[in-house]
């Protein structure tokens, strides 16, 4: 089973408005993260956010933020005041085990095409 | 501050050719990782370190890679002999084990063509 699910075709969003980029992860483990990177076509991978499964809250970076829903399993990555430069791939990705030195898995991607 | 420094950038070579990947990564993490990125299959850890100790190579495709990380600030990705199926962009990332997040910190990547 994957461990991490993007599922969404290619969005588009007009600029300036928000849009939600889908992610669901599956695991047993109680204590993991939840990560979301930016990936331009220039090919460079550039952290975004990043979400524990023990936060009270939903984590806010900028113009980011994580919808977190535990139940569901979910981590959606919300990206308010689209910008042009926001067009890229999004890719969620989870670290199952506690601390810091373990990998992270990735979802296949998001393709996100801000029109103006 | 200077980011996780990979080399080549690019590889063109041809098949059954060896195939040498470098990385340097940022100065203090502790952690280390090579993925494989390419269209059919996605982002693929091949393997990480941790301490210049490999820790899991669960994701190296067969016995042609091989991966060394002789020293904190050096780790070299060996594919010998190329496949054109090994056409992909490697990338590696660094970690600093202190931090709340852990997040990788990426290289460029190398991108390599097997003809």
């Known amino acids: 089973a994957q461990k991490i699910t993007q599922t969404q075709p290619g969005m588009f969003v007009q600029e300036k408005e928000a849009v939600t980029l889908d992610c669901t992860y599956d695991?047993?483990?109680?204590?993991?993260?939840l990560f979301w990177y930016k990936q331009p076509s220039s090919g460079e991978m550039i952290f975004l956010i990043y979400?524990?499964?023990?936060?009270?809250q939903n984590a806010t970076e900028g113009r980011y933020s994580l919808n977190f829903q535990k139940a569901r399993k979910s981590a959606n990555l919300v990206i308010s005041a689209s910008q042009l430069g926001d067009s890229a791939m999004y890719f969620c990705?989870?670290?199952?085990?506690?601390?810091?030195?373990?990998?992270?898995?990735f979802g296949k991607g998001i393709t996100l095409s801000v029109r103006p | 501050d200077a980011g996780v420094i990979q080399s080549p950038r690019h590889e063109v070579t041809e098949m059954g050719q060896e195939v040498t990947l470098r990385c340097k990564p940022i100065?203090?993490?502790?952690?280390l990782f090579w993925y494989r990125q390419t269209m059919m299959r996605g982002l693929e850890l091949l393997i990480y370190?941790?301490?210049?100790?490999?820790?899991?190579d669960s994701g190296m495709p067969e016995d042609r890679f091989s991966a060394k990380m002789p020293n904190a600030s050096f780790s070299t990705l060996k594919i010998q002999p190329s496949e054109p199926r090994d056409s992909a962009v490697y990338f590696c990332?660094?970690?600093?084990?202190?931090?709340?997040?852990?997040?990788?910190?990426f290289g460029e990547g190398s991108r390599l063509t097997v003809l």
């Open positions: 100065s203090g993490h502790n952690s």
């Open positions: 979400q524990g499964s023990y936060d009270q």
């Open positions: 990332a660094s970690s600093l084990g202190q931090t709340n997040t852990g997040e990788l910190f």
């Open positions: 990705a989870m670290r199952e085990v506690a601390g810091a030195n373990s990998k992270l898995t």
């Open positions: 370190f941790n301490n210049n100790v490999p820790i899991d």
């Open positions: 695991t047993s483990d109680p204590s993991y993260g």
